[in-house]
C-alpha cells in the first residue's frame, strides 16, 4: 500500500498506537516514535527507544512494501493495547 492508502486506513479504523507517536515525514531521534520515512533513496520502517535514538526495522526501495510491513507493526501495537 502506499503512504497515503495507509494513512486513509489508519484514521478509518481510528488505529491506536499507545504510549507511541506516528511520524511519517522523517526520521526522529524523539522517544517513543514509531515511522516510516524515505530516507537516502530508501523507505525505511523505524522505532525509537524511551531515550531517544532510533533503529531501522526494515529498508526497502519500494513504497508499497514499506508501508505493507508498517500497516503490520502499527496493527501489532493496536492489537497489544486491546489485549
Not at 492508502?5 to 478509518?12: D, H, I, M, R
Not at 488505529?15 to 530516507?39: H, R, T
Not at 512494501?65 to 486491546?82: G, I, K, P, T
Amino acid at each position: 500500500m502506499t503512504k497515503q492508502e495507509f494513512l486513509n486506513k489508519f484514521e478509518s479504523e481510528k488505529l491506536k498506537l499507545g504510549e507511541y507517536i506516528m511520524i511519517l515525514d522523517k526520521i526522529s531521534n524523539a522517544p517513543l516514535v514509531i515511522g516510516c520515512a524515505f530516507d537516502q533513496g530508501m523507505w525505511k520502517v523505524y522505532k525509537t527507544k524511551e531515550r531517544g535514538g532510533h533503529y531501522i526495522i526494515k529498508e526497502t526501495g519500494s513504497e508499497n512494501e514499506a508501508f505493507d510491513f508498517f500497516n503490520e507493526l502499527v496493527l501489532s501495537a493496536h492489537n497489544r493495547l486491546l489485549n
